[in-house]
């Protein structure tokens, strides 16, 4: 399994972006919990959207009301971004509940994306 974040770059305050995290594997498999997490330097790392198969969604209260998240299909979770502010600046990081018949679920991280916020 792997997953594979894109999206990420450098835009001005109160700009726009939208994340794309997509899961793929070899075989028959079933995405459930969809995470995003962003890290800025020097922080610990923040869990901001959680996405799951049946179509609910969580917001961090630090970004709600600015970011949304959905599944565009079963395997593609997205992460919009409005008015993003330079504090937003972070590595944007998917982590998703991937199950396959031969492992059964198991998390995987993948590889992040970076946003940029900056005049």
């Known amino acids: 399994v792997q997953l594979q974040a894109s999206g990420g770059g450098l835009v001005q305050p109160g700009e726009s972006l939208r994340l794309s995290c997509v899961s793929s594997s070899g075989g028959t498999f079933v995405t459930n919990i969809l995470n995003w997490y962003r890290q800025a330097p020097g922080k610990e790392r923040e869990l901001v959207a959680v996405?799951?198969?049946?179509?609910?969604a969580n917001i961090a209260d630090s970004v709600k009301g600015r970011f949304a998240t959905w599944r565009e299909t079963s395997n593609t979770g997205l992460l919009q971004m409005s008015n993003l502010k330079p504090e937003d600046s972070a590595l944007y990081y998917c982590?998703?509940?991937?199950?396959?018949?031969?492992?059964?679920?198991?998390?995987?991280w993948g590889q992040g994306t970076l946003v940029t916020v900056s005049s």
């Open positions: 982590h998703a509940s991937v199950w396959t018949p031969a492992t059964g679920s198991v998390w995987y």
């Open positions: 996405s799951n198969g049946g179509g609910g």
